[in-house]
């Protein structure tokens, strides 16, 4: 019994000794397991983070500029193949690659062990347990954690995260499989400790080695973690090896664990102080002295102490000067105190900041002197950005329009095909060049601009909005406004072409000149414009004037000959400018329609030659009427001294006759040669007309038969005789030219009312009273297309030759001048009718340049002495016998001059009888007028038959004097002077 007892009492302090031994070493092997452990898996995983960070790096860079946004996606497939690529891990934990989608976490990459898989969902809800060391991970940490996975197990966690994709990669056990090994070892002890008390002490020395050993084997289990992470280290390595960056790793003590040869190369001035264990301060001491950095020199310890403190700063990112190379250093601080530095070489990008600085301040300077301004708009096209100052548009509210669509500030309606046709355009995303529309400036002013613009886009194609410039084309909008009015209303033909002759512009008045329209000539080259041979010859004349810069035309005007688009020849005024424009030569011609000034040249001529036909006519006429007023005078003096009853008086009768016949004609030879006066004076154009019947007898033919239709009682109206005289014989031989085969022409006058209701539906009459007259025609009529154009000067429908076309056109003239108004009815066929309007004379218009004198009535006789002046002696014989016989006393005089001495001489003169046209420089109304300054109430009677230009010339304040025409009767002169006399009398 003692043995058993003995050997319990020796057994059981033995069997708590070794528990306590046991269960002692199993908790050290266990924590320092669980250390190296978790020390094994943050290193496997900081390790895979840092070679995918710098594969995805190294790809970016590498990557075409169009595909950039592709290098990640070409990163994880090589990352998903090379792991799939590789057995299952030999440990226990599982690798993975994370990445957040909106909120949930997708497991793009799972790599198992071979000891036992496990099943992971695809997507992690962000709440659960199992995200939050993705979640630090992805947030750019590092660490380890203890969570649960969706299915409820225990998990340690090791986390890192890679920046360049935005992913994280995880390392997990779970807690079963980590304590695995030594929760069978607990079992196990109990089981022997239980057991040992039955069994004897051999046991508990196997039983203690065997632990020792599964003890062993944990450890070896860490080792080999150890190695996978020391070849992932080398796998690092090789990949730092291959990066085209600088990599460096600092512990917490600040000393380079590793660095690749790219690192060492950026640095080669020092390259030997770089050596793992080297302090990073060393480092940077040495590169000093040495001159490696060029933006220290002079400041060393101060560059020094700025640099340290950015190298520790949990994050940096600073841009540093190596000789002449740039780099971007980038570092970062681990969870364990230590720094990941990467050194990127940016000298290339340096230099094109450099260059884009220089392109921006040259833009700068451009968009501040250019008279263009730039813009930009958003997505919606609302203005973002623009240049526009306010010296280049005045008054222009810039703040308005920011935020704003164009058709939102736009003074213009923008509900039109061209504003929608634009907005089509922007929301395709197509470019546009010069699109115009006005905006209002603070003081009302309206300006037109033009915007041009490209639409802009991101590396990923996203559409940001436009970008383009825009100008104020308001002058310019003016100017070819302006030019367009100018070169579509002058009264000159106008011609652009090119250096070749081709038609570039064709203004209205070249259409009309040439017939053609401006569409079927543009584009032609001029010579169909001219006739042979000037249009076979053009080609060669431009040939020869740009190859020797001989000009013919050019600069210098010219007449030519034109040939219109039926063929028509015509001359013409050409003269041709030339100009230059955007380096291309280009000419301008001129033209003017000489056909016109050709036949006004032709008028001219003849009038010039019927002037002096007048000259002459009025001449002879002058002096035909002295001759007559001799003729007639002796005759009248004759014939009062016979009986008449005597056959000598029946001859001197008809030498009367044939003298009043002979003065008749001179009258009328005085009206065409228009020596007669042309003033306006109140007519009853009856009178006119009587006078007139047998010249427009003798100006139509027998064929025709004329009558004249005068109504009684018409009153006067105020016109020029002469002109109306011209104006009845036009109007009779265009009837006459109407009616080859004969006809009637009929002249009817009468007074018309005209009102509302009887106006004239072809000419708008103003209600009132006229006389009317009416000439009309039985002929072949005319078409209302002739019609339209026959007051037109020089249109005509008659043969070249017989017609000037100047006819009716003064017809025209002469019823505008007399305030009057002209219609025309016409028919084909039927004939045509003309009505003449002629306003009333007022009573103001009575006043007439000649006064009627009775010639039957026997005179009155006198005893006033009467002074008679007549540069023909003759005539004042005469009228001094004629005057004596009625009882007057009578002083002749031959001039003006000697006239007006007679009546400073003699007071007994009562009235004065005087020639109007004398020579000798005072004429008779110039005697009248001084002979009236010194005797105001002296009686003055003119006579003349040929006045010339003497009454033109007259003023309208000097008095007008009774005339008395030559050649006249005794009777008549008898009769004129008692009444000028008694007229004075009476006004006295």
Not at 840 to 857: G, N, Y
């Amino acid at each position: 019994m003692k043995k058993p007892l003995l050997l319990a009492k020796i057994l059981t302090p033995m069997i708590l000794v070794a528990l306590i031994i046991g269960i002692g070493a199993l908790q050290v092997l266990y924590k320092d397991m669980l250390k190296e452990r978790s020390a094994s898996m943050l290193s496997l995983a900081k390790t895979n983070a840092e070679l995918i960070n710098a594969v995805a790096a190294y790809d970016y860079r590498h990557a075409p500029a169009e595909h950039k946004e592709r290098a990640f996606g070409v990163t994880l497939s090589q990352v998903t193949a090379a792991f799939n690529a590789l057995s299952a891990l030999e440990g226990t934990e599982e690798l993975l690659i994370v990445h957040q989608e909106g909120n949930i976490i997708e497991i793009l990459v799972h790599q198992e062990t071979k000891i036992k898989e496990r099943d992971h969902s695809a997507s992690i809800p962000l709440e659960s347990d199992y995200a939050k060391p993705m979640i630090e991970g992805l947030n750019g940490k590092s660490g380890l954690m203890w969570v649960h996975d969706d299915h409820g197990n225990e998990l340690l966690v090791a986390y890192a995260p890679v920046p360049k994709m935005s992913v994280a990669v995880l390392v997990e056990i779970t807690r079963d499989e980590l304590i695995a090994p030594f929760k069978a070892t607990a079992i196990m002890l109990i089981t022997l400790g239980i057991a040992a008390i039955g069994v004897a002490t051999a046991y508990t020395y196997s039983q203690i080695m065997h632990v020792i050993k599964r003890a062993f084997s944990a450890q070896e289990d860490a080792h080999k973690a150890l190695g996978e992470a020391q070849a992932a280290k080398k796998v690092l390595e090789h990949a730092l090896k291959s990066s085209s960056e600088g990599f460096a790793l600092f512990d917490a003590d600040d000393r380079l664990v590793i660095c690749n040869d790219v690192y060492r190369d950026i640095y080669k001035t020092h390259a030997d102080a770089i050596k793992p264990g080297a302090r990073f301060e060393h480092i940077l001491r040495v590169g000093l002295s040495r001159g490696a950095f060029p933006d220290a020199v002079g400041v060393e310890e101060i560059w020094l102490a700025d640099r340290l403190e950015q190298h520790r700063k949990p994050k940096s990112r600073v841009e540093q000067q190596v000789g002449e190379r740039w780099l971007l250093i980038s570092e970062q601080r681990t969870d364990d105190g230590g720094i990941v530095g990467v050194r990127t070489d940016i000298t290339r990008l340096k230099t094109k900041e450099r260059e884009l600085r220089d392109s921006e301040k040259r833009f700068r300077d451009f968009t501040q002197t250019a008279s263009d301004w730039v813009w930009e708009t958003d997505v919606e096209h609302r203005v973002k950005n623009t240049s526009i100052r306010p010296s280049d548009i005045p008054n222009f509210d810039i703040d308005n329009v920011q935020g704003k669509r164009r058709d939102e500030y736009a003074a213009e309606p923008t509900d039109t095909p061209k504003w929608r046709k634009h907005y089509e355009l922007l929301e395709a995303r197509q470019p546009f060049r010069d699109f115009q529309y006005q905006v209002q400036l603070n003081d009302h002013t309206v300006l037109t601009i033009s915007i041009s613009g490209v639409p802009v886009f991101d590396d990923l194609g996203t559409f940001l909005g436009y970008r383009g410039t825009g100008r104020d084309i308001t002058a310019l909008i003016e100017t070819r406004e302006r030019f367009r009015v100018a070169f579509e209303s002058v009264t000159v033909g106008i011609i652009f072409a090119d250096e070749t002759g081709v038609i570039e512009g064709f203004n209205p008045e070249a259409e009309n000149i040439f017939g053609y329209s401006a569409e079927e000539v543009i584009g032609q080259n001029v010579s169909i414009l001219m006739p042979n041979p000037d249009s076979a010859r053009h080609h060669t004349y431009i040939k020869n004037y740009l190859g020797t810069g001989d000009a013919q035309i050019i600069g210098k005007g010219r007449e030519v000959t034109g040939k219109t688009k039926d063929g028509t020849l015509f001359p013409m005024n050409l003269g041709i400018a030339e100009m230059n424009v955007q380096g291309r030569r280009h000419f301008i011609a001129s033209i003017t329609d000489l056909t016109v000034e050709h036949a006004l040249e032709q008028q001219l001529r003849r009038s010039q030659k019927m002037e002096a036909i007048g000259q002459l006519t009025g001449g002879v006429a002058h002096d035909f009427n002295n001759l007559l007023g001799i003729i007639v005078g002796n005759l009248d003096l004759a014939r009062r001294k016979l009986d008449e009853h005597s056959p000598i008086t029946k001859f001197v009768g008809k030498a009367m006759t044939a003298a009043d016949r002979g003065a008749t004609l001179t009258r009328r030879l005085l009206n065409f040669s228009r020596q007669a006066p042309e003033e306006n004076a109140a007519v009853v154009i009856n009178d006119v007309l009587i006078e007139l019947r047998e010249l427009i007898g003798k100006s139509i033919t027998s064929k025709i038969l004329f009558e004249l239709r005068l109504s009684d009682d018409l009153p006067p109206v105020r016109l020029n005789v002469g002109d109306f005289e011209d104006a009845i014989i036009n109007l009779a031989v265009n009837a006459r030219d109407a009616m080859p085969e004969g006809g009637q022409l009929t002249i009817e006058t009468r007074v018309s009312h005209i009102d509302a209701v009887t106006v004239p539906a072809v000419q708008k009459v103003p209600e009132g009273d006229y006389v009317e007259l009416i000439v009309s025609d039985d002929g072949k009529g005319m078409t209302s297309e002739v019609a339209e154009q026959i007051f037109q000067p020089f249109f005509t429908t008659k043969e070249r030759g017989k017609g000037t076309g100047l006819g009716l056109a003064m017809v025209y003239g002469f019823v505008k001048r007399s305030g009057g108004y002209i219609s025309l009815y016409s028919e084909v066929g039927l004939g045509t009718t003309f009505r003449i309007y002629l306003p009333l004379a007022d009573d103001e218009d009575h006043k007439v340049l000649h006064t009627s004198f009775d010639t039957e009535a026997e005179p009155e006789r006198g005893t006033e002495t009467v002074l008679i002046v007549d540069d023909e002696q003759q005539l004042a014989e005469i009228a001094a016998s004629v005057l004596g016989e009625y009882g007057y006393k009578t002083i002749t005089a031959h001039s003006g001059k000697e006239g007006l001495a007679l009546v400073e001489e003699r007071d007994d003169i009562d009235m004065v009888l005087t020639d109007i046209v004398m020579p000798g420089g005072m004429n008779g109304l110039e005697l009248a007028d001084k002979a009236r300054e010194r005797r105001p109430h002296l009686a003055v009677l003119t006579c003349s038959g040929f006045t010339a230009d003497v009454l033109h010339q007259r003023a309208a304040d000097k008095p007008v004097y009774p005339l008395i025409n030559k050649p006249y009767n005794n009777r008549e002169l008898a009769n004129a002077v008692r009444k000028t006399l008694d007229q004075v009398r009476e006004e006295t």
